[in-house]
C-alpha cells in the first residue's frame, strides 16, 4: 500500500474544490502537490466529494477488457434526470458520450470477503439510457497527466440518465446496439462500443473497491458504465439523443 501525503491531497484538493465554485480552469496542479499514486489521486476525489458532495453516483470504466478499471464520483448536484435541458455557461467543454447506467437498490456495505458478481448485479435494480457531459477543471484538459485527470473526477462535467428498465438481466449488455443523434444527424451507430468489453465487469470491481475504500456503495445511487460511442465535442445550442434500441433513450439540449 503506498503511503498517501495527506497535506499534498489536501492542498491539490483545495486548488480543484476552488475552481468548481468560482467556474474557473486551472493550469494544473502544481508538481510538488501533483497526484504521484493512483492512491492520492483518489484521495483527492474524495477530498472534494467531502466539500462539493454529497455523492450521487460513480462512473467506471476501462480502457480493455483486461485493464484494472478506474473510478470517479458523480456529485448529486450534477446528476439530472433526463429529458433535460443544461445552459453551456455551466461548463468549460462540452464533451459528450452515450452510455449504460444501473441504480442501486441497496447498500453494499464493507465486509472481510469480496463480493461476487452475482452479489454485486443482484443490488441493482434498474438500467438506464445515459449521457455524460466531459468537462474540466483544467485549461488544457488534453495536456494533463492521467492522475491529475483522475483525481478530477476524471473529467465528469454532468451526468443525465433515462427511463428505467428493469429486465436488464437478460440482456447481453457488451453487444447493445447504441445510436447517438446529434441535431438531428446520427453521429455514432454500433454495436456494443465499451473499450471494457463486459460493461459488467466495471459495476463489479466498483462495488469491492469502493468497499475497501471505506465508502460503499450505497442504494439510489447511480453508476454509468462508461462511454459506448466514445468521445465527441458538441457547441452550445445541441440537442443530443442517446438511443439504445430495446432500452430506451434519453436526451439532453445545451442551452446557449
Known amino acids: 500500500m503506498v503511503a498517501v501525503r ?22 494544473g496542479i502544481p508538481a510538488d502537490v501533483r497526484p504521484a499514486a493512483i492512491e492520492e489521486a483518489y484521495a483527492v476525489q474524495d477530498a472534494v466529494s467531502r466539500a462539493l458532495g454529497p455523492v450521487g453516483g460513480w462512473k467506471v470504466g476501462a480502457s480493455s477488457p483486461t485493464a484494472e478499471p478506474r473510478c470517479a464520483p458523480l456529485l448529486a448536484s450534477r446528476v439530472h434526470e433526463g429529458p433535460a435541458t443544461l445552459p453551456a455557461a455551466r461548463f468549460h467543454r462540452l ?25 454485486v448485479l443482484a443490488a441493482f435494480d ?46 447481453d449488455l457488451a453487444a447493445q446496439p447504441v445510436r447517438l443523434v446529434i441535431d438531428g444527424a446520427v453521429a455514432v451507430e454500433r454495436v456494443g462500443g465499451n473499450a471494457a468489453g463486459d460493461p459488467l465487469r466495471g459495476v463489479v470491481w466498483l462495488a469491492n473497491h ?3 475504500r471505506g465508502q460503499p456503495l450505497r442504494a439510489g ?12 465535442w458538441v457547441s452550445p445550442g445541441a440537442v443530443v439523443e442517446a438511443e439504445f434500441p430495446g432500452v ?3 436526451q439532453l439540449t445545451i442551452g446557449r
Not at 12 to 27: C, D, G, M, N, S
Open 210 to 212: 469502493l468497499a475497501e
Open 221 to 232: 445511487q447511480i453508476v454509468t458504465t462508461g462511454t459506448t460511442t466514445g468521445l465527441l
Open 95 to 119: 464533451g459528450i458520450e452515450a452510455e449504460l447506467a444501473l441504480r442501486i437498490a441497496r447498500d453494499l456495505p464493507a465486509r472481510r470477503e469480496p463480493y461476487a458478481r452475482e452479489e
Open 126 to 171: 434498474t438500467l438506464h439510457p445515459a449521457i455524460e457531459v466531459v468537462d474540466s477543471r483544467f485549461a488544457d484538459r488534453e495536456s494533463m497527466d492521467d492522475l491529475s485527470l483522475l483525481a478530477d473526477n476524471q473529467s465528469n462535467g454532468a451526468f443525465v440518465y433515462g427511463p428505467a428498465v428493469r429486465d436488464w438481466r437478460r440482456r
Open 248 to 250: 430506451g433513450a434519453v
Open 6 to 27: 495527506r497535506e499534498a491531497v489536501e492542498r491539490a484538493a483545495a486548488l480543484l474544490v476552488e475552481a468548481w465554485r468560482e467556474h474557473r480552469t486551472i493550469p
